[in-house]
C-alpha cells in the first residue's frame, strides 16, 4: 500500500488516499486509490493510479517481430 498525500499549492495537506497494489487489465501492475475529498467547503472526487513502467507482459506475437511504420506508403 502507498499513502498518497494532495497538498494545495501552500503545501497544506487537503486530503490523502491508501493506494492498494493492483493488475490492471491490460496485464500491467501499479497501485489505485479513489475517494471523496473536501477543500473550501466543496466536496472533489479523486483517484490517482500509479502503472509501473514497462510492467505490461510482452504478447507472444509481438515478441520478435518488427512493427511496421506507420506513414509508409504501401507497394
Not at 498525500?5 to 497494489?21: F, R, Y
Not at 466536496?43 to 513502467?53: D, G, M, S
Request: proline content about 7%; glycine content about 10%; charged content about 30%.
Amino acid at each position: 500500500m502507498i499513502i498518497v498525500e494532495m497538498k494545495d499549492t501552500n503545501g497544506k495537506m487537503v486530503g490523502s488516499l491508501a493506494a492498494q497494489p493492483k493488475q490492471f487489465k491490460t496485464g500491467s501492475r501499479g497501485f489505485y486509490a479513489n475517494g471523496k475529498i473536501e477543500i473550501d467547503g466543496k466536496r472533489y472526487q479523486a483517484q490517482i493510479q500509479l502503472v509501473e513502467i514497462g510492467s505490461k507482459p510482452k504478447s507472444p506475437e509481438s515478441e520478435g517481430e518488427e512493427k511496421p511504420a506507420e506513414n509508409q506508403a504501401a507497394p
